[in-house]
Antibody, heavy 122, light 112 residues
């Protein structure tokens, strides 16, 4: 059974960089059939796609966040990571990592991590 | 910045049928991209409920069904149960933003 687990600090100061890692177990991040994504959810609000990465390093990012986002993948550790710079209180959210299929007309997230709350506060 | 619009809330008594609409545009659902539905129980991660417009992953009860027409989609829950009380999100792909998975605004389902 595929499992994803987010890790990273729960508290980040304004203007600093938020760093999160997702560790994948029960399957290979190098699978040719899937991308790996980040989604966030501010408290009491809806879901927002942040970015996706393929094991080869190809990446895609929400245009509204693109200037602040850095994405990477480490196939040797079966992990992928997200860095979000210059954070503000508006970046406070539960951050999820997820596996997604992207083939032809289909694009969906089938396995999700449990999520990690990141609070931006001094 | 949700580009898919859902009603904020729907409600129904146990055993009833409820539907949730998801309205997109010609750059996402209307362009032919599949629609997915996710169920989010309080304090938990979203769970894939419907993929490819109308397909249920293994383990999802048959009372959940999805459909798509034009630039809109719908999720129906028949035989509503107390455990169905949750937030539901539709999701698709938007070709105007390469790589962008777009989510709906979300709908809270309340079982009366």
């Amino acid at each position: 059974q595929l499992q994803l687990q987010e890790s990273g600090p729960g508290l980040v100061k304004p203007s600093e960089t938020l760093s999160l890692t997702c560790t994948v177990s029960g399957g290979s991040i190098s699978s040719s059939s899937y991308y790996w994504g980040w989604i966030r959810q501010p408290p009491g609000e809806g879901l927002e796609w942040i970015a996706s990465i393929y094991y080869t390093g190809s990446t895609y990012c929400n245009p509204s966040l693109k200037s602040r986002v850095t994405k990477s993948v480490d196939t040797s550790k079966n992990q992928f990571s997200l860095k979000l710079s210059s954070v503000t209180a508006a970046d406070t959210a539960v951050y999820y990592c997820a596996r997604h299929s992207w083939v032809g007309w289909e694009y969906y997230f089938d396995y999700w991590g449990q999520g990690t709350l990141v609070t931006v506060s001094s | 910045q949700s580009v898919l619009t859902q009603p904020p809330s729907v409600s129904g008594a146990p055993g009833q049928r409820v539907t949730i609409s998801c309205t997109g545009s010609s750059s996402n659902i209307g362009a032919g991209y599949d629609v997915q539905w996710y169920q989010q129980l309080p304090g938990t991660a979203p769970k894939l409920l419907i993929y490819g417009n109308s397909n249920r992953p293994s383990g999802v009860p048959e009372r959940f069904s999805g459909s798509k027409s034009g630039a809109s989609a719908s999720l129906a829950i028949t035989g509503l149960q107390a455990e169905d009380e949750a937030d539901y999100y539709c999701q698709s792909y938007d070709r105007s933003l390469t790589g962008s998975g777009v989510f709906g605004t979300g709908t809270k389902v309340t079982v009366l």
